[in-house]
Nanobody, 123 residues
């Protein structure tokens, strides 16, 4: 059974950085397209960033230039490096795995979800 385990969340001041990790167990991370979503209090879960089979990355406009997604096949892990954090980045961040990049970006055809890690950015 494939599982995703996120880590790296925490409390950080505005302007600070965090690196989230998503460890994949049960199958190689290269078998999936991977993505990060986030859900702020009282809001829906939204796509943040994704990485395709070929390593092509995609970001929503609000995080472009600040967040970087990467994949380490040897460690079976996907990362989200978050710099210049803002209070509006506060949310629970979820890792997701699927096979169709275009559908995954809109939250469809998600094969596996992680349980989430909380990121809190103080002003």
């Amino acid at each position: 059974q494939v599982q995703l385990l996120e880590s790296g969340g925490g409390l950080v001041q505005a302007g600070g950085s965090l690196r989230l990790s998503c460890a994949v167990s049960g199958r190689g991370v290269s078998s999936y397209v991977m993505a990060w979503f986030r859900q702020a209090p009282g809001k829906e879960r939204d796509f943040v960033s994704g990485i395709s089979f070929a390593g092509i990355t995609y970001y929503v406009d609000s995080v472009k230039g600040r967040f970087t997604i990467s994949r380490d096949n040897a460690k079976n892990t996907v990362y989200l490096q978050m710099n210049s954090l803002k209070p509006e980045d506060t949310a629970v961040y979820y890792c997701a795995a699927g096979y169709n990049f275009d559908r995954l970006k809109i939250g469809q055809l998600v094969n596996v979800w992680g349980h989430g890690t909380l990121v809190t950015v103080s002003s």
